[in-house]
């Protein structure tokens, strides 16, 4: 059934010189005609060094609107355009301008999940693969971190000597992972490893035996001799593991799966008539660009000087 519109997309892509970049949430038959397909950091790294004219991002807006401000001479289209971030849009302009006065001369790190205007007026982004490297770079005593409490409570855990300020902002999906559900979830499968995304809480994050990106949390897959995982993030990545090893086995917490209902947006159906008639385009208006993208390449040159391990 799928079969003939992943033709038909495999025919526009080559016709109009398109590439189609995919996040590991988004609905897994979109891999079927993806070119890339991983984490935050992975995808805007292909977004800023591809050379096709147009970019169908197959994922939530901020992720197209950074590929727009990496390259923007290209097509920036986002198939689904109500596919939006519940955490991006927990801070705005204003209330980061707020956040900054409180704690003057303080370096500002900002989550890649926030708007072009968020990281016009920080410092440096991270993404969640990136994170802990990127607040090490900046050598500095204390920084602010926007929009996610939760990662920014891990990276000053994992550092142990850099106070990070957070701003109360969170993702409501990894956010609602309860450790009394972890527990009853390792009670039932005691053999498995648990992977969390570093979303979760810090209560939560203490259970697990590693916390990654969701790209880090396959390649733990991939590189591990284990053969059971309980797996703390969106379904996307479960349902991924499981196709790509299927010797293996895999839990959600309490075998209930996450959803992210805007990363569940896009259909091969989209992406089909987002090719054909490309839309929607996403802009970013130069100045903000100009600024966003400084906060955004100054993360990538500390990511090719310490690639993540993962
Ligand atoms: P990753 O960068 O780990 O893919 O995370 C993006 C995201 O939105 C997780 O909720
Ligand atoms: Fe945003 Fe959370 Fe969805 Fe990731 S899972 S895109 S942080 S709402």
């Avoid at 159906?269 to 660009?289: A, F, M, P, R």
């Avoid at 390449?297 to 391990?309: D, G, Q």
Wanted: hydrophobic share 35%; glycine share 4%; proline share 4%.
């Amino acid at each position: 059934m799928n079969s003939k519109i992943i033709e038909e997309i495999n025919n526009l892509k080559k016709k109009k010189n398109a590439v189609i970049l995919a996040h590991c949430y988004q609905n897994i038959e979109i891999d079927e005609v993806a070119d890339f397909v991983g984490d935050s950091l992975y995808l805007s790294q292909m977004a800023a060094k591809t050379e096709a004219d147009i970019i169908i991002f197959a994922g939530v807006y901020f992720m197209a609107q950074t590929a727009k401000i990496l390259n923007p001479s290209k097509k920036v289209i986002l198939p689904n355009k109500n596919a939006g971030c519940d955490m991006a849009d927990m801070i705005n302009l204003n209330q980061l301008r707020e956040f900054k006065s409180k704690h003057p001369d303080i370096p500002v790190v900002c989550y890649i999940n926030s708007t072009a205007e968020v990281k016009s007026e920080c410092d440096i982004c991270c993404t969640s693969s990136n994170a802990v490297e990127i607040v090490k770079s900046l050598n500095a005593p204390e920084v602010l971190f926007i929009p996610d409490k939760n990662l920014g409570r891990w990276v000053e855990k994992e550092l142990g000597n850099v106070k990070v300020v957070t701003y109360d902002g969170c993702c409501p999906i990894h956010n609602d992972f309860k450790i009394k559900d972890l527990l009853a979830t390792k009670r039932e499968y005691p053999a498995a490893t648990v992977l969390a995304h570093p979303e979760c809480r810090e209560e939560f994050l203490s259970g697990a035996d590693f916390v990654g990106s969701t790209t880090g949390i396959m390649n733990y897959v991939k590189n591990s001799s284990k053969k059971e995982f309980i797996i703390a993030t969106e379904k996307g990545v479960t349902e991924r593991l499981k196709r790509d090893y299927p010797h293996k086995q895999f839990h959600s917490i309490c075998n209930k799966p996450v959803v992210c209902p805007s990363m569940k947006l896009n259909s091969l159906e989209d992406i089909y008539n987002s090719l054909k008639n490309e839309t929607t385009e996403i802009e970013v208006n130069k100045e903000i660009s100009d600024k966003a993208k400084k906060c955004i390449n100054r993360m990538l040159e500390v990511s090719k000087k310490c690639p993540t391990k993962a």
